[in-house]
């Protein structure tokens, strides 16, 4: 047999090929990993599913409480590729025309319909661009809305009446977040749209990295007041009389504020590891910190006969008071 004349090799585009099950596509990844790890604390077996999963050309969940870096790590993630990321917040208003796209009233009054006066929605421009389109509050948005999807997932096209068929590029993804803590104003997932996406459960970092994530944002290097904001803030998330408590975000406010706070009193923070006889100018300012920065972030049981500020203030006894007592002599 003769040879074969073999066509040129096209220009690689960021992210082009994510099927390909190559060492070379490994490689790609793993760099792709690595490099996102340098961006994030504490999140190095999510990094390494999600990526795993839109490498391998899947549609996915991720299902975690507020403030547990799911954005942080998305934008990570399609940035190093150089890929669009696509926001949309899911919740009644999202119908599945805002989702699609539609035409311009004002040029179909001219015009009628045409492709020309086509709106693309946040769907189809992810589509057209290889984008990944995130929807936040994903339990929130209509169930007609989440079953628009379906076609956008399973043949990853959809058709648009007067307008045709739209083919999604190789690197459309759909990503969506959920909190499975709220329940309030949700919508029943369709069961055909949970079979088509994976799912990866996120929960709170460990202390040790939301004190690195407070020291990082904030700037505080004021290690005693880091580490009493991360260690009220955890507190509302462990008592039985709150329903959800507060994310990192709060920790990082309690941090802000109270540096603030001290810097206006003129109050001095603490240089020491121990618990045990800080000054109380200083621990009323986390109190005061603590009022403003989560009070706001408690959400107490249903059946829960105090307030918020109740609830907190016990914590900050907890910490400040009870908590170094048992190691008092005597």
């Not at 509050?137 to 007067?162: G, I, Q, Y």
């Not at 990082?252 to 504020?257: F, K, S």
């Amino acid at each position: 047999a003769g040879d074969h004349p073999r066509a040129a090799p096209s220009r690689r585009e960021p992210m082009d090929e994510i099927n390909r099950t190559t060492a070379s596509a490994a490689a790609d990844v793993r760099a792709v990993r690595e490099r996102v790890a340098t961006q994030l604390v504490g999140r190095e077996r999510e990094t390494d599913l999600l990526l795993a999963a839109v490498a391998a050309g899947r549609d996915v969940l991720i299902e975690g409480p507020p403030g547990t870096s799911k954005s942080t790590l998305l934008r990570a993630i399609t940035g190093e590729w150089g890929i669009p990321l696509l926001f949309v917040e899911g919740n009644a208003d999202l119908t599945p025309t805002r989702l699609v796209g539609h035409h311009n009233p004002a040029r179909v009054l001219r015009e009628d319909y045409t492709a020309d006066n086509f709106v693309p929605g946040p769907l189809v421009e992810a589509m057209r661009t290889g984008g990944f389109l995130y929807i936040e509050e994903f339990n929130r948005a209509p169930e007609d809305t989440l079953n628009t999807l379906l076609t956008a997932m399973a043949e990853r096209s959809v058709t648009v009446p007067t307008m045709g068929t739209v083919r999604a590029a190789d690197t459309f993804r759909v990503v969506a977040s959920m909190n499975p803590y709220d329940a309030v104003g949700t919508t029943r997932m369709p069961t055909s749209v949970a079979d088509r996406m994976c799912r990866l459960a996120v929960g709170y970092q460990d202390a040790e990295a939301e004190r690195g994530i407070v020291g990082r944002r904030t700037g505080i290097e004021a290690h005693r007041l880091v580490v009493d904001a991360v260690a009220v803030t955890r507190a509302t998330r462990e008592r039985d009389d709150v329903r959800q408590g507060s994310s990192v975000r709060g920790a990082i406010d309690v941090a802000l504020v109270a540096s603030q706070l001290a810097a206006m009193r003129g109050i001095a923070v603490p240089d020491t590891d121990e618990l045990r006889g800080l000054p109380e100018d200083y621990t009323s300012v986390v109190w005061d910190a603590m009022l403003v920065a989560l009070s706001g972030r408690v959400h107490l049981d249903e059946i829960a006969e105090r307030t918020a500020e109740g609830v907190l203030r016990e914590i900050w006894e907890d910490h400040f008071l009870l908590q170094p007592a048992p190691a008092e002599p005597g």
